[in-house]
Nanobody
Framework: VQLQASGGGLVQAGDSLRLSCAASGGTFSNYIMDWFRQAPGKEREFVGGIRWSTGSANYADSVKGRFTISRDNAKNTVYLQMNSLKPEDTAIYSC????????????WGQGTLVTVSS
């Protein structure tokens, strides 16, 4: 199984950006895909996640109301739509999958850098 994250870039505060995490090499109906981010000098932080089978998503308080996670089953891709971006959203964003039965992540994608200028 491979996870390919993409879509990062340099934007200004208030702008929007959409990240993608494309999954290949498996079936994911019993999986949850989560997004994390890690800012320079800080610990990795949970951003949000989505249950693949139902599309039910949850978010960290820091992004709730600004970020939306969705998935496209046909493309095996999960999206992280980020609106009203703030400089503090600057980080490397990564995706990871775990089964619905465990909190242990089985696959990680490489990160994609998001830089938000003020």
């Amino acid at each position: 199984v491979q996870l390919q994250a993409s879509g990062g870039g340099l934007v200004q505060a208030g702008d929007s950006l959409r990240l993608s995490c494309a999954a290949s090499g498996g079936t994911f109906s019993n999986y949850i895909m989560d997004w994390f981010r890690q800012a320079p000098g800080k610990e990795r932080e949970f951003v949000g996640g989505i249950r693949w089978s139902t599309g039910s998503a949850n978010y960290a308080d820091s992004v709730k109301g600004r970020f939306t996670i969705s998935r496209d089953n046909a493309k095996n891709t999960v999206y992280l739509q980020m609106n009203s971006l703030k400089p503090e959203d600057t980080a490397i964003y990564s995706c990871a999958v775990r089964t619905v039965y465990s909190n242990s992540y089985v696959y990680w994608g490489q990160g994609t850098l998001v830089t938000v200028s003020s």
